[in-house]
T-cell receptor, first 115, second 114 residues
Framework: KAGVTQTPRYLIKTRGQQVTLSCSPISGHRSVSWYQQTPGQGLQFLFE???????NKGNFPGRFSGRQFSNSRSEMNVSTLELGDSALYLC??????????????FGPGTRLTVL | GQNIDQPTEMTATEGAIVQINCTYQTSGFNGLFWYQQHAGEAPTFLSYNVLDGLEEKGRFSSFLSRSKGYSYLLLKELQMKDSASYLC???????????????FGKGTKLSVIP
């Protein structure tokens, strides 16, 4: 079974621009979560999507948004980029059955650099 | 909310045993995960504990005490390839919506030396 895939792997943008990142979950997985990883803060939860609905959201400004498509693929968008948005953005997928002992499996990440 | 603490760095010798501790405070608890992350790579799942006790998986074992808010990851017969960051993550249920949120510690960077 193929793992979680993310595109692009690397991205360089300038302040004020916007960016869209893509994540394809493991086949059969319906939940997709996004995380931001920086050296100072570690892995921080952004949001989770399940069946095309945002089910959970972390403490990030509204510039960070996402969506999920009917095939469970997900996109994350960051508008009006700031220097502090430079990070590794990780996507994780899971089966996410209610009450299940789900495990999240991570993709390789997108390294975003904001200049 | 969640608060997860683990040591920032540890060094151990090849062939030895190392224990990486994790303490947590949480308003809800639905399991604790350990992930391994090599530099520049994605985290990979190592273990999961939801009940008290020890879970063993080859050279890796993980222990949980829910009453103490404490877990550890034990790595035996250390190999050079075990040099990586080890992330402790606690899962709780978000607002009863059926969504489980993972909160991660900042990770412990383990260096294995010859």
């Amino acid at each position: 079974k193929a793992g979680v895939t993310q595109t692009p792997r690397y991205l360089i943008k300038t302040r004020g621009q916007q960016v869209t990142l893509s994540c394809s979950p493991i086949s059969g997985h319906r939940s997709v979560s996004w995380y931001q990883q920086t050296p100072g803060q570690g892995l921080q939860f952004l949001f989770e999507y399940f069946s095309e609905t945002q089910r959970n959201k972390g403490n990030f400004p509204g510039r960070f948004s996402g969506r999920q498509f009917s095939n469970s693929r997900s996109e994350m968008n960051v508008s009006t980029l700031e220097l502090g948005d430079s990070a590794l953005y990780l996507c994780a997928s899971s089966l996410a059955g209610r009450g299940s002992t789900d495990t999240q499996y991570f993709g390789p990440g997108t390294r975003l650099t904001v200049l | 909310g969640q608060n997860i603490d683990q040591p920032t760095e540890m060094t151990a010798t090849e062939g030895a045993i190392v224990q990486i501790n994790c303490t947590y405070q949480t308003s809800g608890f639905n399991g604790l995960f350990w992930y391994q992350q090599h530099a520049g790579e994605a985290p990979t799942f190592l273990s999961y504990n939801v009940l008290d006790g020890l879970e063993e998986k080859g050279r890796f074992s993980s222990f949980l005490s829910r009453s103490k808010g404490y877990s550890y990851l034990l790595l035996k017969e250390l190999q050079m390839k075990d040099s990586a960051s080890y992330l402790c993550a606690v899962r709780d249920e978000y607002s009863g919506a059926g969504s489980y949120q993972l909160t991660f510690g900042k990770g412990t960077k383990l260096s294995v030396i010859p």
